[in-house]
């Protein structure tokens, strides 16, 4: 398909492993940015890549996640040590063009539990 | 406070009404605007997008901006059951790529 794509779909976890959160924007799009949507809520900005440049982290909410974009194309979350507070809906989302916000498209999420 | 405020509804409503949704907000270098509609257990879709104050029309769907208010509404004429979803408003400021969302307003459409 030619929409963004994440990997896994739902992850399951026991508290206190590392887990790696895999997004495939679309084709060509510049800019990638990760989000978290917790049930009921709208998504909550986590961090986003200009190319393979990271531009802002200031959504990360402790140094236990961090972010990766190393090609410029496909980027990976990951959360070392998880907890419980953690489980939540990872959202991964592109746009074509960098500086401005732009039209952001959404891929299907992974939704992460933590046990 | 929240930057973007919305009423989670649920709103309910008969087919082929007219449904008003509203978001308002409390930064005011917020510049662009989004409309995106959100079914169940999937990911938000983009509707609709705007900058700056106005309207905007596509289809049976309008934007508003409101910037003067803070305040943003989109409009969805001759509804259909198949709009029901959760409708999430999103914004930004100029210059910045993030977007911040309100709760989401969960709309169903009945026949």
């Known amino acids: 398909g030619a929409g963004v794509s994440q990997s896994p779909r739902y992850k399951v976890t026991k508290r206190g492993q590392d887990v790696a959160l895999r997004c495939d924007p679309i084709?060509?799009?510049?800019?990638l940015y990760w989000y978290r949507q917790a049930l009921g809520q709208g998504p909550e900005f986590l961090t986003y890549f200009n190319y393979e440049a990271q531009q802002d982290k200031s959504g990360l909410p402790n140094d236990r996640f961090s972010a990766e974009r190393p090609e410029g194309s496909i980027s990976t979350l990951t959360i070392q040590r998880t907890e419980q507070r953690d489980s939540a809906m990872y959202r991964c989302?592109?746009?074509?063009?960098?500086?401005?916000?732009?039209?952001?498209?959404f891929g299907p999420g992974t939704r992460l539990t933590v046990t | 406070q929240k930057e973007v405020e919305q009423d989670p509804g649920p709103l309910s409503v008969p087919e082929g009404a007219i449904v008003s949704l509203n978001c308002t907000y409390s930064?005011?270098?917020?510049?662009?605007f989004m409309w995106y509609r959100q079914y169940s257990r999937k990911g938000p879709e983009l509707l609709m997008y705007?900058?700056?104050?106005g309207n905007k029309e596509d289809g049976r769907f309008t934007a508003q901006v409101d910037k003067s208010s803070k305040y943003i509404s989109l409009f969805i004429r001759d509804s259909q059951p198949s709009d029901s979803a959760t409708y999430l408003c999103?914004?930004?400021?100029?210059?910045?790529?993030?977007?911040?969302f309100g709760q989401g307003t969960r709309l169903t459409i009945n026949p």
């Open positions: 930064n005011s270098a917020f510049q662009y």
């Open positions: 989302a592109s746009s074509q063009l960098a500086g401005t916000s732009g039209e952001q498209y």
């Open positions: 084709s060509g799009h510049v800019s």
């Open positions: 999103a914004m930004s400021a100029s210059g910045a790529q993030k977007l911040v």
């Open positions: 705007t900058y700056s104050s």
